[in-house]
Every structure is written in C-alpha cells, then in structure tokens.
C-alpha cells in the first residue's frame, strides 16, 4: 500500500470518491482542499495499491504537531479487503513524530445508521486508534475524537479547527463529555 501525491488524473478519481463517500453535508469544498494542500496546511494523498491501482484517498490537516485525519475513504471494490487497514497504518506510521487523531460519529445517540457508526468505530479501534477521552459537538453532530496513543487535549483539537477553518469555526465548536 503507497500513498502518493496525485497527478491530475488521480485527482479526478479523488475527487469522485470524495463525492460519493461523504454526504453533502459533511463535504468541504473541494477547491478548498485543493487549496489547503497548496498553502501546506493540509496533505492530500492517493492512497495506491503496490500494483499502482487506486485504492482511496486520505485528506490530512496539520497543526503545531497534531495531525488529523480529516477524510478517509476507500474504494467501494476494494472495501473489507484489508486496503484500509493497511492505509490507516501507513498514515500513522507517516505522521508517527506527530499526535495523529481522527473523528468519528458518535455512537452515543440515536440515528439511522448506528450500526454503520459502529463498526467504524471497531475498524479503528482494530486498527490501533485509541479513545482521546472526549467527544465535541462539531457545527451540527458530535464526533468522538480518536487518537493513535499520543495524547491531545480538546483545546488543542479546537485550536486545529481555528488554524485550519478560522476563528469563527472554533466558536461552532463544543466540548461534549
């Protein structure tokens, strides 16, 4: 499994799967990652089989030295085939100088997709993620934060928010447990 940079045929396929992986609502403009990337804030990488295929896309923003994994998504082909899990480690591995952490949906509330909610949560545990020990209500759900085992306060989450989407964003954002 590689992550590479994409060249602009990938990008395209990036941009596809972005579409199709994440709902409407929880999609920042594409242009906006692309810029991020180009201001290096932020990394976006292909995630490629050992064969060159794609396999996914990885979006990461970074600051100070808390690195979030920001988009993660899979190739619906190659989903349940270990492409993740092996991704997922070659991320942190990558960012293993840095305090690597992620969001998930709650699984505390109720919703139509709990059980998708879940086994997410399972793949990362599975895959070395930890709890960070808090939950924050992000604009209009809450997400549980994960972390790869080096520790990362809230304030320090919100402050990458602030840096990555400015000041007015981290007001949007709350502390649930």
């Known amino acids: ?39 290096g804030e932020a990394e976006l990488f292909a ?10 896309l990885a979006f990461v923003v970074k600051h100070d030295d ?29 960012y293993s100088d840095s305090r690597f ?3 998930i949906e709650s699984v505390d509330v109720p919703c139509k997709n709990l059980e998708a909610r879940q ?3 399972e793949f990362y545990l599975r895959n070395g993620m930890k709890p960070a020990g808090f939950t924050a209500h992000v604009f209009f759900t809450n ?3 994960l972390t790869a085992g080096k520790p990362v306060t809230f304030e320090e989450y919100r402050s990458l928010y602030a840096s990555h989407l400015g000041g007015r ?8 447990t």
């Open 143 to 145: 997400l549980e934060v």
């Open 1 to 39: 499994m590689k992550l590479v940079n994409p060249d602009n045929e990938t990008l395209v396929k990036i941009k596809r799967l972005y579409r199709a992986a994440f709902p409407r609502v929880e999609r920042k403009p594409f242009r906006f990652i692309l810029k991020q990337r180009e201001k």
């Open 119 to 121: 086994k997410r949560r």
């Open 47 to 56: 995630i490629k089989t050992n064969d060159g295929k794609f396999a996914g």
């Open 101 to 103: 952490i992620l969001e």
């Open 169 to 176: 964003a981290e007001k949007r954002i709350k502390l649930v």
């Open 66 to 94: 808390v690195v979030m994994l920001d988009y993660f998504a899979v190739s619906p082909k190659l989903r349940g085939k270990g492409v993740g899990s092996k991704a997922l480690n070659a991320l942190m591995k990558k």
